[in-house]
């Protein structure tokens, strides 16, 4: 089946500095979803993207989605504890299945 | 409230003991699927269904049955159970098609021994 890598798959950073991950495809993405799971919890809708090119911003999270759409990152400015989770990008192709990236864990240190 | 309903919560069983993991919505959504999810692989979709009577396989679907026989459930059976089958299991419903954000449920945290 289609394949989204997202990298990386850990990260550790201190409150307060930035955070990104990345999630890749090696064919193009119909849109592309992203959601956070808190650990413990289920994941929650964050937002979509669909146009080539397109960002989208929430407060301290900036969405981008590639200008091929093969690729698209999510980066949070000034980390907070309430950050930590697993993010995980989502494509969902015309057949209605969705492809989940492998998920970046998230842990903020106070 | 609008949610996604699985039960149970945890469940541990024993190889080839059939089993159904249930999943309910009250959001009216057509779309329904499960995920199983096992560390450094993600989510992986198992099946999916678009209505009613409607279901495919998604990306894994091996030793899993699905059943929508109406519109709010989507059970899970794992007819014969086998430990490669212990994993987090998530029913997540939308409105509609590939544009809709996907509700999940809380998991099911599943073990085979």
């Known amino acids: 089946g289609q394949q989204v890598m997202q990298i990386p798959q850990y990260q550790h950073v201190q409150e307060g500095e930035d955070f990104t991950t990345y999630c890749n495809s090696s064919?193009?993405?119909?849109?592309i979803q992203w959601y956070k799971q808190r650990p413990g919890g289920h994941p929650v809708f964050l937002i979509q993207?669909?146009?080539?090119?397109e960002v989208k911003k929430q407060k301290r999270l900036t969405f981008q989605f590639g200008e091929a759409k093969k690729n698209s990152s999510l980066h949070i400015t000034a980390t907070q504890t309430t950050d930590v989770g697993t993010y995980f990008c989502?494509?969902?192709?015309?057949?209605?299945?969705?492809?989940f990236g492998t998920g970046t864990s998230l842990t903020v240190i106070p | 409230e609008a949610q996604v309903t699985q039960n149970p919560r945890y469940l541990i069983t024993v190889t080839g003991k059939k089993l159904t993991v249930t999943c309910s919505q009250n959001?009216?959504?057509?779309?329904m699927s499960w995920y199983r999810q096992d560390p450094g692989l993600g989510l992986r979709q198992i099946y999916y269904?678009?209505?009613?009577?409607?279901?495919d396989k998604g990306d894994v679907p091996e030793g899993y049955k699905v059943s929508r026989k109406e519109k709010r459930n989507f059970p899970l059976i794992l007819e014969s159970p086998s430990p490669n089958q212990t994993s987090l299991y998530f029913c997540?419903?939308?409105?509609?098609?590939?544009?809709?954000?996907?509700?999940f449920g809380n998991g099911t945290r599943l073990t085979v021994t």
């Open positions: 997540a419903s939308s409105f509609g098609r590939t544009n809709s954000p996907l509700h």
């Open positions: 064919t193009t993405l119909s849109n």
């Open positions: 993207l669909v146009k080539s090119g």
């Open positions: 989502a494509d969902s192709n015309t057949g209605n299945q969705f492809y």
């Open positions: 959001m009216n959504h057509e779309y």
């Open positions: 269904s678009m209505n009613v009577e409607v279901t």
